[in-house]
């Protein structure tokens, strides 16, 4: 079944036709070409995919891109305010070597973003690591993805983002 | 200027702006246009006859475009994968080495084996259709047990291969051996399995290839750790495209671990099926794709013992080891568990006599090869886990035992009795630096505590040795790698000053982008921002072996800085012509050429306009332009070292083991990037942590199915696992490469296992606990106390 | 994932009737468990009924005694409601141990008891607390809801509408998880209501089950001594590579334990 579907990405009006079937993950990297959103399963675990609509985190891999009908979807190329003034979040990633390959990393700064907000920009390292549930990385060992989501969330707060 | 870029600085990366805007390329992302879209369908059978294959159906579903069987690629032709590497057995015989086609012909030998290969529009109509082919088996009993493989009786994986045997294999002298067994004070013994692993990169494998009719010419775009190395096997063994008809690109991968060195068969399929269908063909795998089908690692049954004399001395070390090849030889395979194992089981010790005996097993499971650390991991939990183990018996300290035995700082170079001759290194000051971070003495203090709170309380010590940074190609040779083992590169500057460096060396997260340049920076001047490392392309790098086995920076950064030299030569000539000066009066100091004892200078920058603009310039005697090109073959591997020690908390009513602290301290020679060489050893860690604790590749033992074939079931750690780490490190240089560098990629995963189990040994020890088998999972564990509880009880 | 029709309607009676008639149509709660499903070719649905747009179905609602949770109401919002948090904080924290933050953004409660997987965390707390699952049709008891693996009592074209929990003087959960999938390997749900003691496991047999021995232990003498001797049977329990049927049985009484331990602090 073929549907023509509308969404904000971005802050951009986007709109295609999909099949049913098709998930939003798909609709971002294969109509949109925003292949920023990665997947890295099958099983609904990893959160390579993950992508925030209506403020909300979520697995773009476990959603179809129909169920995003009149959503508002940031992936991670809207984060950063310009080529130079990335997101907080970002910078304190890289300020703190959180990726190493790359793979994972979009899912883990959008997880990272949903976590500090929903806690208030307060956060311990127990609390980081049990929110980061949803996210694999084989890479850091995330030590300094922990670090990283830690120095943001004052950074957040203090960007008033 | 360049102080804060150069060796030694915590400099940030390069390569993050684009993998944290969401503008890194990896191969799931080219877009190419027509592109068509393969799907794989894979033997749910672990043995069976293919009886027949009926795709009738199948082409005529929606959006097919071409399907590919077994037979199709050998009437064409296509040859079998390769295993590059030759093991002679104890009977002077090469391993066996059965066929490997690209597509199952008549047999099937694992769940996962490729049928057929279905082209379509979409992905999702590729796969509808493979749902339509029809394949008729007749499924055979499997052989899936390691530790029975070699048995009588058990069914055979191959012909070429009797009895499963690929080769049995002995280093050391074993008559020795048993006459030291003989007269020793106490032996330890151990038997234990180093469990299979899933490597698990977080981008699953994908390959996407386009034939261009006009030229004739191919290019694959593949996740691979080595596009060079791949393009040759895939030319000189497999398809018979010309080298230079074939352009491989390992664009942004997405971790590799060892799993990406290999050639496998759906990258073979996809350039190969590519100018039949004279579309492009995109293929990715899905993660239970890549559970299946991509190289397993480690799955070794050992036993070993040590020998001791009365006050702790090791006297000899005798090891019995079956290794898994899979149903089929990988590309590596066979060096694993020969040359990248057994002679690594003198560790940092004096042993003075080491014998063991490795028969490479066939079993109906996916090919087993190279996984991070490959071979060496296996080798330091053997030692390591026989070191501690024979410390609790003799009731020795485990520091004090190994301190007794390290080789001694004053005896490098060393030669081990098992063929490698360690360079440098000095042992005793990297365990008291990781007992002095890790609070050893206050240990006793913090197992009080946590028995106060219901919980037993481990310490576990592993120190590794590692032999990296391969190889001297003619050692390589000699042991029977197919391949060479040097590494190249070019400095290449733009006559504006900036500069390429184009490295046969591979990055999938070990961040070449930025530790390269700064080598670079270093060495010539140049500020970081005006340098650009590029590598993986076969059409732009000059050839290279790849990155894997802790070499990039050893070998490639090697290579880097005799290209550097030659820049510099170069540049002396061309300063010296502008500055009216004799050569060897010119000086290089941080980027200026100068003669010495006047205020004569020309910046590089000036010396490389005039290498390009040559107006002003000794042309008789010198060539235009300043563009570089080195090899680099090293003359021995490098071996870092170092000493883990890990603290568990087990809470023996459910069995689950916390890891509560882990310290690494590391010799890795000098440090050109502080930042990323401990987020290496962060990362290797966790690893490591994943198999003693977590990771497991279960096959049904009478299906042969594939039980962990999800994150569902296999045990990926994750943050909530793992605590932070401390750190330490403590620096011999390497005295044979420019750079004094040795190699740290796989250390991390070297030692933690060992580290790891010997702290859940050391936790459960006061229940009567004797042994408890890698993963130490809650089930696991539960089951080996209540095994003990009336051995305790006594 | 093999094509669907797709159907988003926002209420309840147009959700009914785009169902009718159609035996292989499906509804989606918060999909956390169909996509999956459907990605990986198990179902074939014809059509899929996406209940998101039905604003009836969500919201938690304190109701005399009884807490009332939507059958479209997602575990983040019960894991952070202040009233089930006030009324039944052993139903938040519950809540907010399924899954990861992304997947509790979007699946239900409805989604989650009509699919009973062994393993899920809810069952066990609408089983304890005696809680009743009100459907387009009626209502179910706690008790005979649960029928099995993957089964329960509803019915062709029946959909949960809510789920009503009593107040509980004293509840807990505690939760093994699966070391990899990380749903429950055992979760016991421990509640002292006005209608007595209930001990429900869930994760440890191929569907939610009440231990009674445990309840007339803990009926009496509220605390977990007065179970510690109890010992729950192996027999048909779940077993796989990360648990025995004998570890499983071995962790009901230290899940129990540990939850009237809790429940009692
Ligand atoms: C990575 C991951 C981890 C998870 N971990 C856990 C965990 O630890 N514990 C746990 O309990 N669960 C876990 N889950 C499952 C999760 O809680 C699901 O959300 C839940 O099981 C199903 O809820 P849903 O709303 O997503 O249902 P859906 O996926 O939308 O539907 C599930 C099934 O129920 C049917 N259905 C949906 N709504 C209704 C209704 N109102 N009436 C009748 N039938 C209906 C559907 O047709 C379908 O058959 C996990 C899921 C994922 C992806
Ligand atoms: S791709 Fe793995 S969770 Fe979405
Ligand atoms: S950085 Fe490679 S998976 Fe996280």
């Known amino acids: 079944m073929t549907i023509s579907v509308a969404m904000t990405v971005n802050g951009k009006s986007v709109s295609g036709k999909v099949e049913a079937r098709t998930l939003l993950v798909q609709f971002l990297r294969e109509h949109l070409g925003m292949t920023g959103t990665h997947v890295g399963c099958d099983t609904s675990q990893c959160g390579a995919c993950v992508v925030h609509v209506d403020g909300k985190s979520v697995k773009s891999c476990t959603m179809l891109a129909v169920q995003a009908e009149g959503s508002k979807v940031i992936t991670i190329e809207g984060l950063a305010e310009s080529a130079d003034k990335l997101h907080p979040m970002q910078e304190s990633f890289r300020e703190n070597h959180a990726l190493q390959c790359g793979f994972c990393t979009p899912g883990m700064v959008m997880s990272a973003i949903d976590m500090v907000k929903r806690h208030n920009y307060q956060l311990d390292e127990a609390t980081v690591r049990r929110e980061l549930e949803g996210n694999l990385c084989r890479c850091t060992g995330y030590h300094n993805i922990v670090k990283a989501i830690l120095a ?3 950074a957040m707060k203090s960007a008033g983002v | 200027m360049t102080a804060a870029t150069g060796i030694g600085a ?31 369908l894979r033997s749910p059978h672990a043995h069976a006859k293919i009886k027949s294959i009926d795709t009738a159906a199948a082409k005529k579903m929606p959006g097919v475009v071409e399907i590919f069987t077994g037979k199709d690629t050998a009437d064409a032709k296509v040859g079998g994968l390769i295993c590059g590497w030759v093991v002679k057995g104890k009977d002077g015989q090469p391993h066996k080495s059965p066929p490997h ?3 199952a012909l008549d047999t099937v030998r694992y769940v996962g084996d490729t049928v057929a ?7 999702d109509e590729a796969k509808d259709a493979a749902e339509a082919i029809k394949v008729d088996y007749d499924v055979k009993s ?34 020795d051996i048993d006459a030291a067994f003989a007269k020793a004070a106490h032996v330890t013994k151990l038997d234990l399995v180093n469990n299979r692993l899933i490597p698990n990169a977080m981008e699953p494998r994908a390959a996407a290839a386009d034939y261009d009719k006009g030229t004739g010419n191919y290019t694959l775009w593949s996740t691979s750790q080595n596009p060079h190395v791949l393009r040759l096997i895939l030319s000189a063994f497999v398809l018979g495209i010309p080298e230079h008809k074939l352009r491989v690109i390992a664009p942004d991968v997405g971790g590799g671990f060892g799993s990406k060195i290999f050639c496998y068969n759906e990258e073979t399929m996809v350039t190969w099926a590519a100018s039949r269908v004279g579309r492009p063909i995109k293929w990715t795998a899905e993660r239970s794709e890549s559970f299946m089908t991509d190289a397993h690692g480690r799955d070794h049954v050992t036993h070993a013992g040590l020998a001791l004399d009365k006050d702790g001395k090791f006297l000899a070390l005798r090891v019995d080891t079956i290794a898994n090849m899979g149903a089929y030889l990988s590309t590596f395979s066979t060096a694993v568990p020969t040359y990248l194992y057994a002679t690594l089981l003198a560790g940092q010790y004096t042993t003075p006599l080491i014998y063991a005996n490795v028969r490479a097993a066939l079993t109906h499971t996916a090919p087993v090869d190279a996984y991070r650390g490959a071979g060496r991991p296996e080798a330091t939990f053997v030692i390591e886990s026989l070191v501690s183990k024979a410390a609790a018996e003799m009731k020795i300290d485990a520091a004090e035992l190994r301190r007794k035995n390290f080789i001694p700082s004053t005896a490098f170079p060393y030669q081990t009795p098992v063929a490698l001759q360690y360079d440098s290194g000095n042992y005793p000051p990297i365990i008291d630096e990781a007992m002095k971070i890790a609070d050893y003495k206050g240990f006793e203090a913090r197992r009080a505590e946590a028995k106060s709170r219901g919980k037993l309380r481990g310490i576990g010590f592993s120190s590794y040795i590692e032999a990296c940074g391969l190889g001297p190609s003619r050692v390589i040779g000699q042991l029977g790698g197919g391949v060479g083992q040097w590494e190249s590169a070019q400095i290449k500057f733009n006559p504006t000053g900036n500069v ?5 060396a591979h990055s999938h997260g070990q961040s070449h982008e930025t530790t390269f340049a700064q080598i670079v920076s270093d060495k010539l001047g140049v500020p970081i921002e005006a340098i650009e490392v590029v590598h993986g392309d076969t059409a732009t790098t000059p050839f290279g072996m790849g990155s894997y ?17 030659k820049i510099i030569a170069k540049g002396k000539k061309i300063a010296a012509h502008l500055m009216e000066a004799s050569v060897a009066d010119v000086v290089f100091e941080q980027g200026t050429f100068k003669v010495a004892g006047t205020d004569k200078a020309v910046p590089l920058g000036a010396a490389v306009f005039a290498a390009y603009v040559p107006h002003n310039y000794p042309l008789e005697e010198l060539e235009p332009g300043m563009d570089e090109n080195a090899f680099y073959d090293p003359s021995n591997f490098v071996y870092p070292a170092g000493t883990q020690i890990c603290e568990v908390e087990i809470d023996p009513d459910t069995g689950t083991v916390e890891v509560v602290a882990h310290t690494a301290v590391d010799d890795f020679g000098n440090i050109i990037n502080p930042m990323i060489v401990d987020g290496q050893v962060h990362g290797g860690i966790v690893q490591g942590v994943g198999q003693a604790l977590m990771e497991n590749a279960v096959y049904d033992k009478a299906t042969g199915q594939l039980v962990s074939g999800s994150y569902m079931d296999y045990t990926m750690p994750r943050a909530d696992n793992v605590p932070s780490f401390k750190l330490g490190n403590k620096v011999t240089p390497c005295p044979h490469n420019p750079l004094g560098v040795k190699g740290c990629g796989e250390a991390g995963a070297i030692a933690a296992p060992a580290a790891v189990m010997n702290a859940v040994h050391n936790a459960l020890a006061p229940l009567g606990v004797k042994h408890v088998e890698m993963p130490a999972t809650p089930l696991n564990v539960w089951q080996s106390i209540q095994g003990a509880q009336p051995a305790a009880a006594e | 994932m093999y094509d669907f029709a797709y159907h988003r309607p926002k209420s309840l009676a147009d959700a009914l009737a785009l169902l009718k008639g159609k035996p292989e149509g499906r509804v989606m709660s918060g999909g956390m468990t169909l996509i999956p499903t459907l990605k990986q070719r198990l179902a074939k649905p014809s059509d899929v009924v996406d209940l998101a747009g039905v604003k009836e179905l969500a919201g938690i609602k304190v109701e005399g005694n009884n807490v009332v949770i939507g059958g479209m109401t997602r575990h983040a919002d019960v894991a952070t409601s202040a009233d089930v948090k006030g009324a039944i904080p052993a139903l938040a924290y519950l809540a907010g141990h399924i899954g990861d933050p992304q997947v509790r953004n979007r699946g239900t409660i409805g989604g989650s008891i009509a699919n009973n997987d062994p393993a899920a965390d809810y069952p066990a707390a609408v089983v304890a607390l005696n809680a009743t699952v009100t459907t387009n049709t009626g209502k179910h008891a706690a008790d005979s809801f649960f029928k099995g693996l993957f089964e329960t009592a509803l019915g062709e074209g029946e959909l949960v509408t809510s789920v009503s929990f009593p107040k509980a003087e004293k509840a807990a959960y505690m939760k093994f998880p699966n070391p990899a999938s990380r749903y429950a390997m055992v979760g016991v749900f421990v509640a002292k209501t006005a209608g007595g003691v209930r001990v429900a496991v869930t994760g440890a047999g191929p569907s939610v089950f009440r231990v009674k021995a445990m309840e007339d232990a803990l009926a009496k003498n509220f ?29 009901v009484g230290v899940m129990a334990r540990r939850a009237v331990d809790a429940a009692n602090k």
């Open chain 3, 223 to 251: 605390s977990s001594a007065a179970i510690k001797d109890i010992k729950i049977p192996a027999d048909g329990l779940n077993s796989d590579i990360h648990g025995s049927a004998e570890y499983r049985a071995h962790l």
């Open chain 2, 10 to 40: 915590r400099v940030l990366r390069t390569e993050d702006k684009r993998f944290l805007t969401g503008t890194g390329r990896y191969v799931d992302d080219l877009p190419l246009a027509r592109a068509t879209h393969a799907y794989f």
């Open chain 2, 142 to 175: 499997a052989n899936i047990d390691l530790a029975r493989a070699l048995d009588k009786g058990i069914p055979e994986v191959h012909p070429e291969a009797p009895g499963n045997l690929i080769y049995d294999w002995e280093i050391g002298v074993k008559a």
């Open chain 1, 152 to 154: 943001a969330a004052p």
């Open chain 2, 500 to 504: 390429q460096i184009l490295t046969g």
């Open chain 2, 117 to 123: 290969m279905v082209v379509a529009n979409t992905a």
């Open chain 2, 549 to 565: 086995g802790s070499r990039s920076l050893a070998v490639g950064g090697s290579a880097i800085m005799k290209a550097a030299d």
């Open chain 2, 101 to 103: 086609p690209v597509m």
